[in-house]
């Protein structure tokens, strides 16, 4: 017997299918035109060494790096923020910063409007099942935090998620980066140079 696949990140790119038509997403180099970033289940400094002189370069230009990750990798000691969340919690975590946008009112409703599919059903399912209190609780962080980095992606464009493969190597992986793709798309960050959600 052998293989079929791959064990490594299938269960990602059905997400970014499902959700964008295929995994088309911008260059590693266009991250230099960032505003904000977050660096999501991934470790560039041990696995993407190449890529770590774009993210530097945003730095230096006044993105801000924030690091989501269960461990203290080495990407996350240079972020300006690290966030550890428990493992497995990543799309609780994007559903309750969802939520949070739904009730601030800054869902970029002109981009999903025009671009998404089903957006009013998936408010409908964030006003009935989701809360940030939830997301918070099951995550490990703070309702505030929650809050907080809602806020601060929304209010820098273009912004960024580097999503990584550790997220999606559960059993949930798939709707994890399905989460995170939602909240990137109601920041109307898709398609933006500097934007995205990267995977």
């Given at each position: 017997s052998r293989f079929v696949g791959t064990p490594c990140w299938p269960a990602g790119i059905d997400a970014q299918n499902y959700d964008m038509g295929d995994m088309w997403?911008?260059?590693?180099?266009?991250?230099?035109?960032?505003?904000?970033?977050?660096?999501?289940?991934?470790?560039?400094?041990?696995?993407?060494m190449h890529t770590m002189k774009y993210i530097y370069k945003a730095r230096e230009k006044g993105a801000k790096i924030v690091v989501i990750d269960p461990l203290l990798t080495q990407t996350a000691a240079k972020?300006?923020?690290?966030?550890?969340?428990?493992?497995?919690?990543?799309?609780?975590?994007?559903?309750?910063?969802?939520?949070?946008?739904?009730d601030k009112g800054l869902v970029d409703?002109?981009?999903?409007?025009q671009y998404s599919h089903g957006y009013d059903e998936f408010e409908t399912y964030l006003r009935n099942n989701i809360t940030v209190e939830?997301?918070?609780t099951?995550?490990?962080?703070?309702?505030d935090t929650v809050r907080t980095l809602a806020e601060e992606f929304c209010a820098q464009k273009p912004s960024t998620v580097w999503i990584g493969y550790g997220m999606q190597r559960h059993v949930n992986g798939g709707a994890?980066?399905?989460a995170i793709?939602?909240?990137?798309?109601?920041?109307?960050?898709i398609g933006l140079e500097g934007g995205g959600a990267r995977y």
């Amino acid at each position: 017997s052998r293989f079929v696949g791959t064990p490594c990140w299938p269960a990602g790119i059905d997400a970014q299918n499902y959700d964008m038509g295929d995994m088309w997403c911008n260059d590693p180099e266009d991250m230099v035109k960032s505003r904000y970033i977050i660096i999501w289940g991934a470790n560039p400094a041990w696995c993407s060494m190449h890529t770590m002189k774009y993210i530097y370069k945003a730095r230096e230009k006044g993105a801000k790096i924030v690091v989501i990750d269960p461990l203290l990798t080495q990407t996350a000691a240079k972020a300006d923020l690290y966030l550890r969340i428990r493992p497995g919690t990543d799309g609780a975590l994007a559903l309750g910063m969802c939520r949070h946008l739904v009730d601030k009112g800054l869902v970029d409703t002109e981009f999903v409007t025009q671009y998404s599919h089903g957006y009013d059903e998936f408010e409908t399912y964030l006003r009935n099942n989701i809360t940030v209190e939830w997301a918070s609780t099951i995550c490990g962080l703070s309702a505030d935090t929650v809050r907080t980095l809602a806020e601060e992606f929304c209010a820098q464009k273009p912004s960024t998620v580097w999503i990584g493969y550790g997220m999606q190597r559960h059993v949930n992986g798939g709707a994890n980066v399905r989460a995170i793709d939602a909240f990137v798309a109601m920041t109307g960050n898709i398609g933006l140079e500097g934007g995205g959600a990267r995977y």
